[in-house]
């Protein structure tokens, strides 16, 4: 997708490589200065240390190729020698009726690997950012043009599953999976739902805190479920099915979703083969009866501990099926680059995974990297807790955010004739906005408290003031439409709606900046801008009052844009805008 800076690229490139200079310097960007001019392009000065040239000499010559580009008002050198542009009203009106520009298959894949939640383990925040952060990332890449594949590659072949089956051979629920001498067909109805595994696991967990005994026991049943033994492979299935259905809905909840339902497990078949391998290579080497992949590199500042493959007893760790799951992700989808979503205090363990995929030479053209992301906290300072505490359920969580934006639409009067049924739907997209803003808003590194009277304010930088405004526009076109009244190609005659045109066109880039940094923040300002440009916009000017037919109809063409791209990036945060509010 190309927007205007890029345009405007394009001919100081042309500028530049007519003097005989590199073409790259021609760069061109939003100005800093935007009191003093639209755009700016400061490759005169590093042109003129190439050159030996003085510099404002040398930007006067791009200056005067400039000039002769009818899609400029004005083009100045300001101080040591940056060039300073500013368009023709006509030719910024004239990008803008083109409407959103459409991104062009890049020809890149990607896969998005976010979510991660365990069967069977609770939720916790950082599950919750990673379903907020990676679902953004995937809507903003697919928007910028790439083929994205996300996978929620659940937590479902570790030590739990150990637990959760010798819990339940404790408990005598369902002998026929512990009887060595069964040959089947194991039943199809699953012995637990997952109202019992939410009960069974903190009981399984407590019991082998408790005691070393049951811990060895889950370690046990760990490795013989991944050694294939038929009773705990037919029991980690019903496990597997009650937790997808249940997941499956509460990220749907979210409006979240996933391509692939793959998790740890999924790639057992590819572990054995993958470990063979590594072993033949020399890449993988015996240390006290464990298998391991050393991946400390000369030059390393901090200690970097070797990737376990295989532990003594023949179980396989997060780090073996990591690496496995990229086999998995080369051969299916090849992509030029997979991405992890996941909380930044994994990092260490993704530093590891990587270093030994490239030692290995199994990425393919890969490039593989870790996005991270810091906490949640409430307004305690600690990790967020829903109000029961312990256990986060999405379901709860939504619950609590729709119930307080419920409180807020009764505040100010919002929807008390609308019919209930819509009334509440309008509350819970404003309490999924007021959750997504608040978490999309600040870059993804830093921790930031969910203050939730903050975030679900209907002013200031929170997601439901943005779907405010966008409802606004859509009333006043609605009544547009009503009253007969049709749009027009938008036309610039004010500060404002100068403005406000700007940007709009600048939204390619900022999507492009938003995708370099994997940093949707980068969007949410974006539409608290476009917001208040319109908010000036609206205020300044007559719409619907307007008496001259033309005037109205390019100021409603101007809403018609101006919607159009709020809904857009709306959408790309993940944030749903009612039809009124
Ligand atoms: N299940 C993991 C957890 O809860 C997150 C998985 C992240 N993805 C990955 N490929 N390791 O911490």
């Known amino acids: 997708m190309t927007g205007l800076a890029a345009e405007l690229s394009a001919l100081a490139r042309r500028a530049f490589a007519a003097e005989g200079l590199p073409e790259a310097l021609g760069q061109v960007q939003a100005s800093d200065r935007p009191d003093l001019a639209q755009f700016q392009c400061n490759g005169a000065l590093a042109a003129a240390k190439i050159a030996k040239a003085n510099p404002r000499a040398l930007a006067q010559k791009i200056v005067d190729r400039l000039r002769a580009e009818p899609i400029f008002a004005k083009v100045e050198i300001a101080g040591p020698g940056f060039i300073n542009l500013d368009l023709t009203d006509a030719a910024l009106a004239e990008r803008a009726r083109g409407g959103l520009p459409k991104a062009e298959p890049n020809g890149k894949a990607v896969v998005i690997d976010f979510g991660g939640a365990n069967i069977a383990k609770p939720m916790h925040v950082g599950h919750l950012r990673s379903a907020i952060l990676g679902d953004s990332l995937q809507r903003l890449f697919r928007a910028n043009g ?26 005598g629920i369902a002998p026929v999976y512990f009887d060595a001498s069964f040959k089947g067909p194991y039943p199809e109805q699953s012995p637990v739902t997952m109202d019992d595994l939410e009960e069974i696991y903190p009981a399984a967990s407590a019991a082998c805190k408790a005691d070393p005994e049951r811990l060895e026991e889950a370690r046990r049943a760990t490795a013989e479920l ?9 029991l980690w299935e019903h496990f597997f099915d009650v937790s997808k259905v249940g997941l499956d809905r509460e990220y749907d909840s979210l409006g979240v979703h996933f391509d692939l339902w793959k998790g740890e497990a999924s790639v057992d078949p590819l572990v054995g083969p993958m470990v063979e391998d590594l072993k033949a290579r020399h890449i993988a080497q015996e240390s006290e009866g464990a298998l391991i992949v050393p991946v400390a590199e000369e030059g390393d500042k901090k200690e970097m501990p070797p990737l376990i493959l295989v532990k003594k007893d023949g179980a396989v760790l997060y780090g073996t099926t ?12 090849d992509p030029d680059l997979i991405l992890y979503v996941v909380d930044q205090r994994q990092h260490l363990h993704f530093e590891q995974v990587f270093r030994a995929a490239r030692k290995a030479g ?51 009067g919002i929807g008390a004739d609308y019919p209930a049924q819509e009334r509440a739907d309008i509350a819970r997209k404003v309490g999924i906005a007021t959750l997504k803003f608040a978490d999309l808003s600040n870059y993804r590194l830093t921790d930031y408290v969910f203050d939730i009277e903050r975030f679900s304010r209907f002013e200031g930088k929170t997601g439901p003031y943005l779907q405010y405004a966008a409802v606004r526009i859509q009333s006043i076109l609605r009544r547009a439409k009503e009253e007969g009244h049709a749009s027009s190609a938008p036309v610039i005659r004010s500060p404002e709606e100068r403005a406000l045109v700007l940007q709009l066109l600048s939204l390619p880039e900022k999507m492009a900046a938003a995708e370099d940094n994997r940093a949707p923040n980068v969007l949410c300002e974006y539409a608290f801008e476009l917001a208040q440009k319109f908010s000036r916009f609206y205020s300044e000017h007559h719409i619907l009052s307007e008496d001259d037919a033309d005037l109205r109809a390019a100021r409603l063409g101007l809403c018609d844009v101006t919607l159009a791209t709020m809904v857009r990036v709306l959408d790309i945060l993940g944030i749903e805008v009612p039809e009124r509010m």
Do not use: C
């Open 362 to 412: 199994i990425a393919g053209k890969a490039t593989l990297e870790h996005s991270g992301f810091g906490t949640m906290n409430g307004t305690d300072g600690k990790p967020f807790k829903t109000r029961a505490g312990g256990v986060m359920k999405l379901f709860d969580l939504i619950a609590m955010v729709t119930a307080e934006a419920d409180k807020r639409l009764s505040e100010a």
């Open 146 to 171: 790439w083929t994205v594949t996300s996978d929620v590659h659940l937590g479902d072949w570790g030590l739990q599953m150990g637990q959760l089956i010798s819990e339940i051979e404790h408990r």
């Open 322 to 333: 990591d690496l496995a799951t990229i086999v998995d992700r080369v051969k299916e989808q």
């Open 226 to 234: 991944q050694a294939g033994r038929p009773g705990y492979r037919a």
